[in-house]
């Protein structure tokens, strides 16, 4: 994934139950993100504008990581 395009996910949430989702993305360069509903659950938007590694850490329930977590996503560009 190249830098300055919209990277998105979607966390299947529609057979959790109930409880708190949090989901973070860290990485060498702030990366805002964006959360809205769809049928499968929410999909997250980010856009990463450095090139480098970004960690995605979804946990559900409180401190419990999803199976997966923390999830690593190379962005390819230059600086």
Known sequence: MPTDEPAKFIVNTSKAGSGAL????DGPS????????????HEFTYTPTIPGD?????????NIHIPGSPF???ISGTF
Not at 30 to 41: F, I
């Open 22 to 25: 949090s989901v973070t993305v």
């Open 30 to 41: 702030k990366a805002e993100l964006q959360c809205r509903e769809v049928a499968e659950g």
């Open 54 to 62: 970004y960690l995605i850490v979804i946990k559900f329930g409180g």
């Open 72 to 74: 690593r996503a190379r």
